[in-house]
């Protein structure tokens, strides 16, 4: 049995077999698209777009909408709760 190349998500595309003939260079993101946001986050595109969407500034770039890394981690400390009380 062969051994294939560990799956790898690529920005804005479905998660891909990696070729072992050319290494890829990792670059940490500093904004995502909608669907990356949500996965980010750990949460649906459905949930991400009725809970936190509306929230976060975006930056806009023609038709693409993008959501800033620290705007994510902010939304995430001013959502923080702790026993059920918010902490921020």
Wanted: aromatic fraction near 6%; hydrophobic fraction near 35%.
């Amino acid at each position: 049995m062969e051994s294939r190349a560990p799956l790898q998500i690529v920005s804005g595309t479905e998660p891909r077999e990696r070729s072992s003939k050319r290494p890829r260079r990792t670059v940490p993101a500093l904004a995502f698209n909608q669907s990356e946001a949500a996965q980010a986050l750990g949460i649906s595109v459905d949930h991400f777009v009725r809970h936190v969407k509306p929230d976060p500034a975006v930056v806009c770039s023609g038709s693409l909408r993008l959501y800033p890394r620290k705007v994510l981690e902010g939304w995430l400390e001013e959502h923080s709760t702790l026993g059920g009380r918010y902490v921020a």
